[in-house]
């Protein structure tokens, strides 16, 4: 689903904040994987950036590392990117996955070394590279001004992304608010929301992994605020699947407020 989830009210925010996180990955409760993401929101720019690798187990099937990157301006105090790259490298190959934005529409977008034409591949259109999110931007939830952070309507929300090769809709609903707490870091409330994961274009539809996302009813995503700004980021992922429990849990979720630049007077 390559991380991303999703979306943004009209309020405008001055707000500013920065988010330094860890993150474990497990699969019926053994570490397989860590990553690590970095958020830093200004006033007028942001930037997104995150790495991360297969370990234990699974590394010894795969072995495979990736990283990602997304940039862009703040609009009207919600992060609108103007471009995305995405690298996956594995024991058999490395590939990179760049894209640039404007306003919600994909401008251009590459995969190098370019892969083979599949015939059985739903094309994907113009049509469909616009009212987009990169998958990093994706991520982020966005509180409008007048909500609680913690409020039920915060998940009622849908999202189409691109990722550079696919092209799907994320819709959330609400499930709860718990309390969660990193080892290091955040310890507060979570806003728990149900993920659905709805194919569009760019996808293979006998793919059995396609078929199984698309069918699950129990993924789920927990969200923590980032300090000083009013959006929320994914704390903790559960997908279930035939081996069990795989999740995507934080570790470390070390975030700040920024004060805001205060115009000088004479």
């Not at 994987?33 to 234990?56: C, H, M, P, R, Y």
């Not at 982020?140 to 990722?163: H, I, K, Q, Y």
């Amino acid at each position: 689903m390559a991380g991303a989830f999703l979306l943004f009210g009209p309020e405008a925010s001055r707000a500013q904040g920065r988010l330094e996180a860890q993150y474990e990955a497990t699969l019926a409760g053994i570490p397989v994987g860590k990553g690590s993401w970095t958020v830093d929101i200004g006033e007028e720019a942001f930037s997104a950036s995150a790495q991360g690798g297969t370990a234990g187990l699974l590394k010894a099937f795969s072995g495979g590392s990736g990283s990602g990157a997304s940039q862009g301006r703040i609009v009207n105090g919600i992060p609108v990117a103007t471009s995305y790259s995405a690298t996956t490298t594995t024991a058999k190959k490395s590939e990179t996955i760049r894209m640039v934005l404007a306003g919600g529409t994909i401008k251009d977008s590459a995969i190098e070394p370019e892969p083979p034409v599949d015939a059985d591949r739903i094309p994907v259109t113009d049509a469909h590279k616009k009212g987009v999110f990169d998958p990093m931007t994706g991520s982020l939830l966005r509180v409008p001004g007048n909500a609680e952070l913690m409020s039920p309507d915060v998940c009622r929300t849908s999202a189409g992304v691109f990722d550079g090769r696919m092209r799907y809709d994320l819709k959330l609903d609400f499930k709860r608010v718990e309390m969660v707490k990193a080892e290091r870091g955040y310890h507060g409330p979570a806003l728990v929301c149900a993920v659905y994961f709805v194919p569009i274009a760019g996808y293979i539809p006998d793919r059995p992994v396609i078929k199984y996302l698309a069918a699950q009813r129990n993924i789920e995503i927990a969200f923590a605020p980032i300090a000083g700004t009013r959006l929320l980021v994914p704390f903790r992922m559960t997908i279930p699947t035939p081996l069990g429990q795989a999740m995507l849990e934080a570790t470390s979720f070390v975030t700040t407020a920024a004060p805001p630049r205060v115009a000088k007077t004479q």
